[in-house]
């Protein structure tokens, strides 16, 4: 059965920094994806980052530059390291996980596994 439990979400002040982790059980496959994803009420969950077995990751528009997205396999957890947060960063944050892809997807419809989400708040 695949788990993943975010951690690290919490409030921060504009061009501050977050650091979110997931740990990720039960996929042993030889290739997935891993996203972060975020979400904020009334609209549509946004693919933020992903990164593939291999390291390859993927970044939307809005984050590139400012969000770094790793994977530490001995920990089995995924990182996104978020710096110069802007009030637009503010959503509930989720990871995502799926053996099918081998390459790093940012569509939410790619995924069968998802975290209970981790809430991230940027104040002025």
């Known amino acids: 059965q695949v788990q993943l439990v975010e951690s690290g979400g919490g409030s921060v002040q504009a061009g501050g920094s977050l650091r979110l982790s997931c740990v990720v059980s039960g996929i042993s496959s030889t290739k997935y994806s891993m996203g972060w994803f975020r979400q904020v009420p009334e609209k549509e969950r946004e693919g933020v980052a992903a990164?593939?077995?291999?390291?390859?990751?993927s970044y939307a528009d809005s984050v590139r530059g400012r969000f770094t997205i790793s994977q530490d396999n001995a920990k089995n957890t995924l990182y996104l390291q978020m710096n110069s947060l802007k009030l637009g960063d503010r959503a509930m944050y989720y990871c995502a996980a799926d053996s099918r892809w081998w390459f790093p997807t940012r569509a939410a419809n790619d995924y069968n596994y998802w975290g209970q989400g981790t809430q991230v708040t940027v104040s002025s």
């Open positions: 990164i593939e077995r291999g390291g390859r990751t």
